[in-house]
């Protein structure tokens, strides 16, 4: 029996807020594509609105062969009420689809803040579907889709899980199977040692031991890993698809 399983990575600088740098997207993409393309895996990467115009090559390369959704459109939170929330998203929306020549239909939240009255939002804008509630968060528990037409798919693991010592023993050992499908996320920063990156944005030693998740293992580690994960959920027989193609 094949399993459906998503692989999806959110785009954005380095680490939003801290190091708007853009290794990950430079250096750390490269890598994750020669993976997918490897292996033969059509991914769902979620952009962050404002990199359109700075890097309008690599977004057209990734939707040639991948789907492009949407990650916001500048990395600030949604999870407001907001009447603007809706105008946001369709402009974020119209941006990528310029870019791309293609339908944009997904949209991850921004640090994975959502509240339930984004749904509405995100329909009024015109997607189809979300895929920022975390299966782990309690508080994402409570979201409601409401009456809305959104289809809801849930993140299965958090990210740095895959990067901590006995990572990928625990996604073996805990993937979920079948419905809703296993979608996991990671982002293109970490394929880069992001110890410099961190550093060159004056994060001392001591914040960097605060955030061990910010950095562990990332780079040659992460893609090793990476890519050991991937093999091991195609040899269980999971079959990978875009997001969209769920919906
Ligand atoms: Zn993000």
Redesign the pocket.
Known sequence: MTVRAAITF?V?SDC?GIADSYLGIKKGLPRILKILDEMKIQATFFVVGSLAHAFPKVIQTLSSRHEVAS?GLT?STLDGQSPDHASELRRVKRLLEEVTGQTVEGFRA??LRISSALFPSLVAAGYRYDSSQAMWLPRHRRLQLGQTSIVEFPLSIPNVFLRFPGGLRLYKTFFPRGNPPLTLFFHPSEAVSMVHPLRAAGIQAEGLLMRPDRWVNTGVPFVNRLRKLLRFLRRRRFSFAPLRDFT
């Open positions: 959110d954005e939003p990650h990395h921004p640090r």
